[in-house]
């Protein structure tokens, strides 16, 4: 078990160490940084100086290193566009997606789960074929395109709900804003998390389908059949639980894929997001905000990708069983 | 004369042959059997053709500004209140035919998503050939790399990659080349789902006699590589290709419908989304709508051929 997850944490390691190789060489050749700070009307003079005190001048080893020991304490320098420090730029954006990527995750939970639960339950049903339409319909739809039709349908043409923007939001200590305590926030939440969870749905559904229909074939399900248990606890207490290991996986892997997708979603709905920021910074060719960013990235990955490796533990004991026993 | 006419014949007979011999496969006899794969099929080869021949489906040629009225802008589609039939799906801001744009549109779509699914297939099919065959240090390097890359969404690989090459060309430079840029940013965020699979049928192949004859021949290890395993581990290739061409198809409209993508002087179906979704609140639906419902059909249309496939070639894959 020790030795698994040292291996696993030294894999994290290497990645983000390589991950920061390139964000190092992003930052170092993509554009000149100096060029960029000065203006290009600087005298070849200031350019000289400037490089030298940042540093820019040493061999490149030496830059690489000065380059993580900043980056470990918070300082990934100035936002060419903001000219603010990028690691305050993407702290203000990150309540904003946090929140839009946990509702939307909740919600492709809830309905997701449930819908693959009951096509698997019932597969010849009217009720399930209908649901394996609309599944394929929602992997299909790109997810601005979903935006817009809600857009279309809630905000122009009922008037219902804003098209843009997060509400009312609160303040919760220094650094975190909520829009999830305001009605007007709540409202607005409402349809970008419908529209990054509509993949998800889709997905999830499918995904508990398939691994309930293969759970459901079973000896050990049959057997509780058998024994007389009465269908519903057959179904959910030992058919759903054995599909949550793989569902667990796919929720934390997607769970990255929605901050990806929140890209999307944040500039159709004017979200103000990392999402945001980041489509912005790569407009303007903001490389300080775009390294640091796939430093962020990289982070929050390898951290999803960690946990959920110790969940799979938590929830099935026969991995830790096979792994302490190296049966397997 | 007449060996013009019998060599005619003969590539007739061979053309005719080879039909014959698809019509008795056993996936054309899936095909049958399946009303919703042969539907898939229709639409997707529907797309295909005006696609490819914009200018003979187009009613409009709308890059021609001359043909262009602005009295004819924002008019609705025909059904509507002040609707035309000139105009069946209403026109746009400046007066352009909505029908004949989604058409021109679908044309970059289509030569975009089709190009990087090629591009990305001959990457992760080499990689993956080279790193099944030779193994070691050279192995663990590309799949390494598969790992790191896989922790990311195929989104941001590309709309980062979209990034990089942006900032490495220049502004200028990116214009000109905007549509290889996107192509190559798209065919980088999907090699490794071919390389995983080839570098797994590649190990098991590559064991094979025939692979080892073939090597004590002491034939070229390129031509191994190509001609002797290739064609054993392409089935699965075929399919996650048709999968990955949907995902294309919509990455291509995302990175499009953010600005990233393709320029205005060559609309695709996602910038004509993009310039649609501003008149959206204004009330002019038509100009957004339509394309985007184009975009969603094909999509669909590719999925479903792509699950076909994936059931008649490939059940393992499922």
Redesign the interface.
């Known amino acids: 078990m020790i030795v698994y997850l040292s291996q696993r944490l030294g894999q994290t390691v290497l ?1 983000l160490a ?2 920061s190789l390139l964000a190092f060489l ?1 930052f170092r050749f ?2 000149d940084p100096v060029v960029a700070i000065l203006g290009a009307n600087s005298t070849g003079l200031q350019r000289d100086e400037l490089r030298r005190q940042m540093g820019l001048d040493g061999p490149l080893p030496l830059q690489f290193i000065d380059y993580v020991v900043s980056m470990l304490r918070g300082d990934f320098g100035l936002s060419y566009r903001l000219g603010q420090p990028v690691l305050r730029v993407l702290a203000e954006r990150v309540p904003a997606t946090m929140e839009l990527a946990l509702v939307g995750m909740a919600i492709a939970l809830c309905i997701g789960i449930p819908a693959g639960v009951y096509t698997a339950l019932r597969p010849d049903g009217l009720l399930s074929r209908l649901t394996m339409a609309a599944s ?2 929602g ?7 979903m935006g ?2 809600l ?2 349908i809630f ?2 043409t009922l008037g219902w709900l804003p ?1 843009f923007g997060r509400g009312e939001t609160v303040r919760l200590g220094s650094l975190w804003t909520t829009g999830l305590l305001t009605i007007s926030g709540l409202k607005a939440i409402l349809m970008p998390a419908i529209t990054i969870s509509v993949f998800q749905i889709a997905m999830i559904m499918r995904l508990v389908r ?1 691994q309930m229909i293969e759970a459901l074939r079973t000896d050990f399900v049959r057997f509780a059949r058998a024994r007389g248990l009465p269908g519903r606890a057959v179904n959910l207490r030992h058919a759903l639980a054995n599909t949550l290991v793989p569902v667990v996986t796919v929720v934390g892997l997607q769970l ?2 929605i ?3 929140a ?2 979603t944040e ?2 709905f004017q979200w103000p997001g990392l999402g945001l920021l ?2 912005q ?3 303007a ?1 903001d ?1 300080p905000v ?1 390294s640091a960013f ?1 430093v962020f ?2 982070l929050v ?2 951290t999803i ?1 960690f946990l959920t490796d110790l969940l799979y533990v938590a929830i099935d004991p026969r991995i830790r069983l096979s792994d302490k026993g190296g049966i397997a | 004369m007449s060996a013009l006419s019998t060599s005619a014949r003969s590539r007739w007979g061979r053309l005719s042959d080879a039909a014959r011999r698809w019509i008795d496969s056993d996936l054309a006899r899936d095909f049958r059997s399946s009303p919703v794969a042969l539907f898939a099929l229709v639409v997707v080869s529907l797309y295909v053709l005006a696609a490819s021949f914009p200018s003979l489906v187009a009613p409009h040629p709308v890059f021609d500004l001359s043909t262009l009225d602005f009295a004819d802008a924002f008019r609705p589609p025909a059904w509507l209140e002040g609707g035309s039939w000139r105009f069946v799906l209403g026109a746009d801001d400046q007066g352009r035919d909505v029908l004949s744009a989604i058409i021109y549109g679908l044309r970059v779509s289509l030569f975009v998503s089709v190009a990087a699914v090629a591009l990305s297939v001959a990457i992760g099919v080499s990689l993956g050939l080279i790193a099944g065959f030779y193994g070691g240090w050279i192995d663990s390097l590309i799949m390494r790399v598969a790992d790191v890359q896989l922790t990311f969404p195929a989104m941001l690989v590309a709309v980062l990659f979209d990034g990089l090459l942006r900032s490495a060309f220049g502004e200028q430079a990116h214009q000109r080349h905007a549509i290889s840029i996107i192509i190559v940013a798209i065919a980088l965020s999907g090699w490794v789902q071919y390389a995983r699979t080839v570098r797994g049928s590649t190990l098991v192949v590559s064991r094979h006699n025939y692979v080892l004859a073939a090597r004590m021949m002491g034939q070229p290890t390129g031509f191994i590589l190509f001609r002797h395993i290739l064609p054993n581990v392409a089935t699965p290739v075929f399919v996650i290709a048709t999968i990955q061409l949907a995902v294309a198809i919509i990455l291509e409209a995302t990175l499009s419908f953010v600005g990233l993508g393709v320029p205005p002087t060559q609309p695709s179906l996602g910038t004509l989304i993009r310039v649609g979704n501003g008149y959206l609140l204004s009330g002019e639906w038509w100009l957004a709508m339509f394309p985007g419902f184009a975009l969603l059909f094909l999509v669909l249309a590719v999925n479903l051929l792509g699950d076909f496939l994936r059931d008649a070639l490939n059940p393992s894959l499922k």
Do not use: D, K, R
């Not at chain 1, 992997?139 to 395109?145: E, L």
């Open positions: 990645v390589a991950v992003m993509l554009g394929l319909v992997i299909s739809m790109p997810s601005f395109f817009m039709l857009i279309f905000s122009v098209s398939a990255g894929s901050i990806g997708f890209v999307v500039t159709v980041f489509l910074s790569v407009a060719a490389i775009l796939l990235i990289a990955f390898v990708n």
